[in-house]
């Protein structure tokens, strides 16, 4: 799993805006549950006041196979939900009846609950990508970090209607052992990647896809994002990529927990 970062300076604008909102869900009461499989029931949400209180610990290894098999494939996306783009995705996804996972930041959370909830609704799964996405977090305290995961899990839980994260994607892949140790204690298995498509460099929709095709042998996990610039690249590139790989003879998934 390579390192990604830099060039989505957009997140250092919402820090201060991040600081202000965790201090408010810290005290925030919220509703928690286990999101069921993909085909099960309505989530039941059950009172808590601590996220993650009554999930049953994960393996804390980063994951990146696939519960689909060997031909499985993940498709896991990004940094919003943002509401120019993550609709169009959500779209495509049900399109070619593609489950994937949507890691959310809780500041992106908290600003459009809406769509994380539309997400949930459409069968897809949260991973936690932390309150504000910071990619050196790996170099901060653990307190820093906990706080980071933490209060992103309380404002994500909220934002759901009371559906937990099933995974935990360090920003950049910033992981620490504590990191790693603490989401997995409530919960969420770290989550990797395989196939970096840098499609937040916009390197154009052909490249994307490229890189899809070319890399896809390295594994099951492939990265895209929905929030932090125009994603029209992202956008065009999966309403390719889905159906190249279903003819290609590989099954949609979601990271093995």
């Not at 939900?81 to 890691?103: H, M, N, S």
Request: with cysteine; net charge neutral; hydrophobic share 40%.
């Amino acid at each position: 799993m390579a390192r990604h970062g830099g060039g989505r300076s957009w997140y250092g604008k919402l820090v201060g805006a991040a600081l202000g909102v965790t201090v408010l869900a810290v005290g925030a009461s919220v509703w928690t549950a286990q999101a069921d499989p993909v085909g099960g029931s309505s989530p039941k949400a059950t009172a808590s006041a601590t996220p993650g209180g009554d999930a049953k610990p994960v393996d804390v290894s980063i994951a990146h196979a696939s519960d689909a098999g060997a031909r499985g494939v993940n498709i896991t996306i990004d940094d919003g939900p943002d509401p120019a783009w993550t609709p169009q995705v959500l779209d495509i996804l049900r399109e070619y009846g593609v489950k994937a996972t949507f890691c959310v930041t809780g500041v992106q959370a908290q600003a459009h609950p809406d769509l994380v909830k539309e997400v949930v609704a459409a069968g897809h799964r949260l991973c936690n990508h932390t309150v504000s996405h910071d990619t050196a977090m790996d170099r901060k305290s653990e307190a820093y970090q906990s706080k980071e995961i933490l209060d992103a899990e309380r404002m994500i839980i909220k934002a759901s209607g009371g559906v937990r994260s099933m995974y935990y994607r360090a920003p950049g892949g910033a992981f620490t052992p504590y990191s790693r140790e603490l989401a997995a204690s409530k919960g969420m298995r770290p989550l990797g990647w395989n196939v970096d498509t840098k499609d937040f460099e916009q390197p154009g929709a052909d490249a994307i896809v490229a890189t899809v095709q070319r890399e896809i042998s390295n594994g099951p996990t492939v990265l895209f994002h929905d929030a932090g610039g125009d994603r029209a690249q992202t956008v065009d590139a999966l309403r390719r990529v889905l159906p190249w790989l279903k003819e290609q003879g590989y099954a949609f998934g979601f990271p093995v927990r």
